[in-house]
């Protein structure tokens, strides 16, 4: 029991995530009421990549946030290796949460940019004690290696870094936590498109190197086939289609999917 918050927990066998009946409602003034997320059910594995793609406003970002509840999920529950992150206290969820790190598309959102290179990396481990390296400085440049960055990137801020150096950075944040699950909220559309493809290439290199399971966000079907080991398409707070990737492109059966496929390139 003494490696509880250290380690991952003990479970080996079964998904590393069980989602079931996740639902997101937003009140709205006069009683209106958003049902972004209407109830979505599924399970992440080890290792893979599963992707949920749809249109703008189909309820993606709103699954991904009531996922790591960043945003309270109005019913359902999210099960990370035995543990319900649904219901636990802030602590718990705090020492929980933290095997399961989000990327935004904006890498902004997760960057302070009055804040160095170093300091957004090692601020996390202040808050995670027991994940704090003996050198700090040494294991942040061993990260920024590892993201592709070179070790002089350390004392530099946000603002100086570009767009695709950023998200790299970012990307090296989540990385200090020593996660399992990585949520990964369009990662790449915001970057100029000939950035995205070598944000990707790391990103699959990391999941090799590091057995990480990814949920993977986004309306990129091009991408989503490239990456993704299966693909539930996501249609105004639905999954309307979940299935491995090859069925999803090859022998769509719902409607939506088919007219998604057609309208992309
Ligand atoms: P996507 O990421 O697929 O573009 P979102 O999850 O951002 O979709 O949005 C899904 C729906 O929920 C949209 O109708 C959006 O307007 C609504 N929504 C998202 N966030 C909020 C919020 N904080 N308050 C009210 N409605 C929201
Ligand atoms: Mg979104």
């Known amino acids: 029991m003494a490696s509880e918050t250290h380690d991952r927990p003990d479970t080996t066998e079964g998904p590393v995530l069980e989602v079931t009946g996740l639902r997101k409602v937003f009140e709205g003034r006069h009683g209106a009421q958003t049902v972004a ?32 509840r960043l945003i309270e999920p109005t ?22 949460r933290r095997h399961l790190q989000m990327i935004f598309q904006d890498p902004y959102a ?98 090799q190197e590091l057995g990480l399971s990814y949920l993977f966000i986004s309306h990129d079907l091009a991408l989503v086939r490239l990456v993704a080991t299966r693909v539930a398409v996501m249609y105004r707070g639905e999954f309307v289609e979940f299935g491995p990737t090859s069925e999803i492109f090859e022998r769509p059966q719902a409607e939506y999917t088919r007219a998604l496929l057609s309208a992309s390139p």
């Open 37 to 68: 997320v209407a109830g979505a059910d599924f399970t992440l594995s080890a290792g893979e990549c599963l992707a949920v793609v749809g249109e703008s406003g189909s309820g993606k970002s709103t699954l991904a946030r009531s996922v790591l």
């Open 110 to 207: 997760s960057l302070h940019p009055r804040q160095t290179v170093y300091r957004l990396i090692s601020e996390p481990w202040r808050v995670h004690r027991d994940l704090m390296p003996d050198r700090p400085r040494d294991r942040v440049a061993e990260l920024l290696d590892q993201v592709g960055m070179p070790a002089s990137a350390i004392d530099a801020h946000p603002a100086q870094l570009s767009g695709g150096q950023r998200q790299r950075v970012s990307i090296a944040r989540a990385l200090g936590l020593k996660p399992d699950v990585l949520v990964l909220d369009e990662p790449v559309s915001a970057l100029d498109v000939s950035i995205q493809a070598q944000v990707i290439t790391l990103l699959m290199e990391l999941q």
């Open 75 to 96: 019913a359902g529950s999210v099960v990370y290796r035995g543990t319900d992150l649904v219901g636990l206290d802030k602590r718990a969820l705090r020492r929980t």
